[in-house]
């Protein structure tokens, strides 16, 4: 599974970051692992350099194995609560879309 982690110019991308939210994903999503191909990682802060609350966005876009790809976002105060938040639901997401398959498959 690659994990991209895209940053806008307002938002510190700084590896240290980078492999933070690489790892938080890698293990929320590590029991997928065999489905997914590809996560790309968008953070964005939505004021510029101006404050404000539930200002960075983080949307999370998986990739699974034959399946159009999935996406979810999520805003917070601070880039950590974001990604939390979109792992959380990005996560649900897949759970739904696999268990489907599975269904399916039986």
């Known amino acids: 599974m690659t994990i ?38 968008h953070l964005k802060d939505e004021n510029g350099r101006k404050d404000g609350f ?14 159009n790809p999935i996406a979810v976002s999520n805003q917070a105060d601070t880039m950590d609560q974001a990604v939390k938040g979109a792992i959380n639901k990005i996560k649900t997401a897949i759970e739904s879309i696999l268990g489907k398959i599975q269904k399916q498959n039986h």
């Open 54 to 67: 539930n200002d960075i966005s983080c949307l999370l876009e998986a990739r699974i194995e034959g399946r």
């Open 4 to 41: 991209q982690i895209n940053t806008d110019k307002t938002v510190n991308g700084e590896k240290r970051n980078a492999d933070f939210f690489s790892s938080q994903i890698q293990e929320a999503l590590q029991r997928f692992e065999s489905h997914i191909t590809r996560v790309e990682v």
